[in-house]
T-cell receptor
Framework: GAVVSQHPSWVICKSGTSVKIECRSLDFQATTMFWYRQFPKQSLMLMATSNEGSKATYEQGVEKDKFLINHASLTLSTLTVTSAHPEDSSFYIC???????????????FGNGTRLTVT | DAKTTQPTSMDCAEGRAANLPCNHSTISGNEYVYWYRQIHSQGPQYIIHGLKNNETNEMASLIITEDRKSSTLILPHATLRDTAVYYC?????????????FGKGTHLIIQP
């Protein structure tokens, strides 16, 4: 069964509004979660690493003030796309490190993604 | 993490074994080989991983050459539902703090 739950699976919003995407780890506590973005016919691009109880680490070129990440508990991380614009339309995917933790080679498990369309 | 090279696309007949190659000639001794796949409009799905020994699970087999510079993912009896983009990724041992770096992958198309 799924180990990562992502919600919503799709969302349509108007330009200038904000959208929150939730990522939940179902089977284990996750101190680290990752957020990816995927444009059509392209591969996944890592946006940021979400650390429970501390600030997220953003990849180069990703605006931290636009993509707000909150990882307030060991099972929930949220990504908020603020003041969304049509160019933010994309497939957003979260992933969670397996239950073995950072020191083990647990595979990453992925949510089923959120399709964001900004009109 | 070391880079990987995969063919852009492959076809395979339903019921036959699908063999997906991956080159990772610059792999380091402390890097694992991971395989994921992504079915259209879904999140990636973990398939298998290994360090130097061949591995098998309920989904697939992973064959790693002795010099570790390449590997092959084998789907023993491909079905139409195996049509997906398959990603070969190398990742440092204990590299849990780092997200995976995805290349372009191989688009595997299973033909009826």
């Amino acid at each position: 069964g799924a180990v990562v739950s992502q919600h919503p699976s799709w969302v349509i919003c108007k330009s200038g509004t904000s959208v929150k995407i939730e990522c939940r780890s179902l089977d284990f506590q996750a101190t680290t979660m990752f957020w990816y973005r995927q444009f059509p016919k392209q591969s996944l691009m890592l946006m940021a690493t979400s650390n429970e109880g501390s600030k997220a680490t953003y990849e180069q070129g990703v605006e931290k003030d636009k993509f707000l990440i909150n990882h307030a508990s060991l099972t929930l991380s949220t990504l908020t796309v603020t003041s969304a614009h049509p160019e933010d339309s994309s497939f957003y995917i979260c992933s969670v490190l397996g239950g073995g933790g950072l020191s083990y080679n647990s595979p990453l498990h992925f949510g089923n993604g959120t399709r964001l369309t900004v009109t | 993490d070391a880079k990987t090279t995969q063919p852009t696309s492959m076809d395979c007949a339903e019921g036959r074994a699908a063999n997906l190659p991956c080159n990772h000639s610059t792999i380091s001794g402390n890097e694992y080989v991971y395989w994921y796949r992504q079915i259209h409009s879904q999140g990636p799905q973990y398939i298998i991983h290994g360090l130097k020994n061949n591995e098998t699970n309920e989904m697939a087999s992973l064959i790693i050459t002795e010099d570790r510079k390449s590997s092959t993912l084998i789907l023993p009896h491909a079905t139409l539902r195996d049509t997906a983009v398959y990603y070969c990724i190398v990742r440092v041992v204990g590299g849990g703090a780092d997200g995976l770096t995805f290349g372009k992958g191989t688009h595997l198309i299973i033909q009826p």
